[in-house]
């Protein structure tokens, strides 16, 4: 890989770039400027999903005949680059980047059939159900019961953490089928109907304010037997693969680059910066610099979509402490404007909207550390890694 | 220790990317004293983790003179300071960035102009 893009992939850059000019609005790119959260609004995505999908671009990672793109890594990452820099809501990923490919490689021909479309024409909104409370880090050990009665499972249990599913009509859950043999035998794979009976969503306030993640009951839900993908028992199989497309197929630097922005320009607009400030911003920069061009690099090297190994957990733990020490700085430049960030006086200016968003964006960085595999597990990976090749072979 | 350890790793990869991103984009870079100040900021970020982190791993022994860790710990800290510490490059860094606004674009898929 060099820094020279062919003259294809800059004819698909102006094409990403043209699309762009003529399909993001002003109140899309507004509603993705003020979120906090992991995730804009269903109204500010939905839209634009729907403009990406008339142009066949919504679910780049998809097989081509079911929906996909076929682009290289380089492209998908061009693309990727193209839309956060223009200020594009992110893509609920749920359906398109997490279930959308276990369907398509696990379901069978009715449930893509069913399922796939409407994934593509944001008529179904997923939510994961994995985590409970109980079973974090240690995915295996999950416990929501899934009873066999005829042709359906009745689940009893709780799922938590479970990011929009206030918005979700559908979610994708591992659930026990089994208590025999080795914890990870036992589990299967639903697709549920949040409209079912017994089900009741109780959101989890958190620290930035926003209401992003939920617990969700189930009382005697009952699932049809049709809507498990894969064999009884085979769900930790898509588990893994859903994973690695959770853990692997992640582009970061786009949206932290975004994130710096935003940073940058409040800077600007704001008087003299310290010395120390301006020091740490260069820093940070360098730091974003070469983050992505480790990004680009790997994922120039792999199949798009398939897990690059290893040196996903660095990406991951990198992507996680740039967040949040983008964020950290974010928040000093505001200083004491930023003990206002709740208070709603009318003011519209620049710097309160910045407040606005800027501090709760601090608080729930802290998170990032912790979903989607913690802070220390990524360490544990990368530590195996580093001893068994003594050295950084492994990663790089 | 393991985790110390993993921390190293992380810090001389990107600290090695960065690098290796510096020299690519040096042969077109305008603002060359900007470019290394932001990559000098990365890789001296890193050597700090990298020799404080070996001299903790290896106990007393890591400030023996016996072993390689203190030599390393020596020059790390002598390439920090050598032509300005992060501290003293920064802020005119920083100051160039937010004016001519390059910090807001992808540093790897511009366009060579």
Redesign the interface.
């Known amino acids: 890989v060099n820094l020279h893009l062919d003259p294809a992939d800059l004819a698909f850059r102006d094409e990403v770039r043209a699309f762009l000019s003529e399909h993001l609005t002003p109140a899309m790119r507004e509603g993705q400027w003020m979120t906090s959260g992991s995730y804009p609004d269903p109204a500010i995505a939905v839209p634009w999903q729907r403009a990406l999908n008339a142009r066949g671009w919504l679910a780049p990672l998809w097989p081509r005949e079911l929906g996909g793109t076929g682009w290289s890594g380089l492209q998908r990452y061009l693309f990727e680059n193209e839309c956060a820099l223009a200020g594009a809501p992110t893509v609920h990923p749920m359906g398109v980047r997490f279930v959308g490919p276990v369907i398509a490689r696990f379901g069978t021909d009715e449930q893509r059939r069913c399922f796939l479309p409407r994934i593509l024409a944001s008529e179904d909104y997923w939510c994961q159900g994995f985590s409970e409370p109980g079973s974090g880090s240690d995915l295996a050990s999950l416990s929501l019961q899934a009873r066999r009665d005829g042709d359906h499972y009745v689940l009893q249990g709780s799922k938590t953490w479970t990011t929009n599913a206030h918005f979700a009509n559908r979610m994708f859950a591992l659930v026990r089928t089994s208590r025999e043999g080795r914890p990870q035998e036992g589990i299967s794979f639903l697709l549920v109907d949040m409209a079912a009976p017994g089900i009741t969503v109780r959101p989890i306030r958190t620290i930035g304010g926003d209401h992003d993640v939920n617990q969700v009951f189930f009382d005697e839900v009952r699932v049809p037997v049709a809507h498990r993908v894969g064999g009884e028992g085979e769900g930790w199989a898509c588990a893994k693969y859903l994973l690695e497309f959770e853990r692997g197929a992640g582009i970061f630097a786009p949206r932290l680059r975004a994130q710096l922005r935003r940073v940058g320009e409040a800077m600007r607009r704001g008087a003299l910066q310290p010395p120390d400030r301006l020091a740490r911003f260069a820093a940070l920069t360098g730091a974003l610099d070469a983050f992505e061009w480790l990004e680009v690099r790997t994922m120039a090297a792999i199949v798009p979509g398939r897990s690059p190994g290893p040196v996903a957990s660095v990406l991951k733990l990198r992507s996680s402490r740039l967040k949040q020490d983008i964020a950290q700085l974010g928040i000093d430049v505001l200083g004491e404007a930023a003990l206002r960030w709740r208070v709603d006086d009318g003011i519209d200016d620049p710097l309160a909207r910045f407040a606005r968003v800027m501090v709760p964006e601090y608080c729930n960085s802290r998170a990032y550390t912790i979903f989607g595999g913690a802070l220390e597990i990524q360490l544990n990976l990368i530590a195996r890694t580093v001893l068994a090749d003594a050295g950084l072979r492994g990663l790089a | 220790v ?2 110390k ?3 190293m ?2 810090e ?7 690098c ?2 510096a020299a ?2 040096s042969e077109h870079e305008a603002d060359l004293t ?1 470019l290394a ?6 890789v001296a ?1 890193a050597a700090d983790v990298v020799g404080k982190h070996a001299i903790q791993l290896h106990g007393a022994m890591g400030v023996c003179e016996e072993l390689p860790v203190a030599p390393a710990f020596r020059w790390l800290e002598a390439f920090a300071i050598q032509s300005g510490r ?2 003293q ?7 160039r ?2 004016a001519d ?1 390059r ?7 511009e ?2 102009t």
């Open positions: 393991q985790h350890l993993a921390e790793a992380v001389s990869l990107e600290a090695r990317a960065g290796e991103l690519l984009r900007t100040a932001c990559t000098k900021s990365r970020a992060p501290s490059l920064g802020p005119q860094a920083g100051a960035l937010l606004g910090f807001a674009r992808s540093a790897v898929l366009e060579r």
